[in-house]
């Protein structure tokens, strides 16, 4: 059975600084793996996808790698604004066949304080 | 601005009803997902639909459970009887897939606050 673990559950840090936030997982076979953000009473955002043959995915100010023999994918932002406070999910989509397995990371809660 | 709408935005009943979630897709999507979010077990993937036809429902309770497409333009999630467990945030989304599932961004609405007492 996959898991899928986010490091840290929670992040506070200063605007301008740039952050890693961290998803693991326990099985490598993976489809791809996806980052989300969601805020308070939302649903979920769509940020980055990465394919399992991709090492790194980005978008303006966020990057997303991953490492499938080590079971590892970051998050990285560049220049943290208030309004990246959000919390940010991982999902690793596994196929099997015709069906596919979609397990989240619990994730991270991130404060930007101005 | 396209969005996902799901209604209601917030339900409270008791145990033993029936409760209905509505979700209107996107315009033009033709893949929707249903989800469950809840502190415990984090966010599930319940089931989704491809064209209007069911293509994995085995995240979903089936014995109380159920989840159909009556037309593009709306799904539906039934929950019958309802339990206290079954209390969490149920999210819909919806995307265009050109070849495979997941291969491509989902856009979710807000959600349905289900409680029951």
């Known amino acids: 059975k996959q898991e899928v673990t986010q490091i840290p559950a929670a992040l506070s840090v200063p605007e301008g600084e740039n952050l890693v936030l961290n998803c693991s997982f326990t099985d490598s076979a993976i489809y791809n793996l996806q980052w989300f953000r969601q805020d308070p009473g939302k649903g979920l955002t769509s940020l980055l996808l990465?394919?399992?043959?991709?090492r790194e995915q980005t978008s303006g100010r966020l990057n997303a790698s991953l490492d499938k023999s080590s079971g590892r994918s970051t998050l990285y932002i560049a220049a943290s604004q208030p309004g990246d406070s959000a919390t940010y999910l991982c999902a690793v989509i596994r196929s099997g066949g015709s069906n596919y397995k979609l397990t989240f990371g619990k994730g991270t809660l991130l404060t930007v304080n101005p | 601005d396209a969005r996902v709408t799901q209604t209601p935005r917030h339900k409270v009943t008791e145990m033993g009803q029936e409760v209905t979630m509505r979700c209107q897709p996107i315009l033009g999507h033709n893949t929707v997902f249903w989800y469950r979010q809840t502190m415990m077990q984090g966010l599930e993937l319940l089931a989704y639909?491809?064209?209007?036809?069911?293509?994995?429902d085995s995240g979903m309770p089936k014995d109380r459970f159920s989840a159909e497409m009556p037309d593009a333009t709306l799904a539906t999630l039934k929950i019958q009887p309802s339990e206290p467990r079954d209390s969490a945030v149920y999210f819909c989304?919806?995307?265009?897939?050109?070849?495979?599932?997941?291969?491509?961004?989902?856009?979710f609405g807000d959600g349905t606050r289900l409680s029951i007492l």
């Open positions: 989304a919806s995307g265009l897939v050109m070849w495979t599932v997941f291969n491509q961004p989902q856009h």
């Open positions: 639909f491809r064209n209007r036809a069911p293509l994995d």
């Open positions: 990465i394919q399992s043959s991709q």
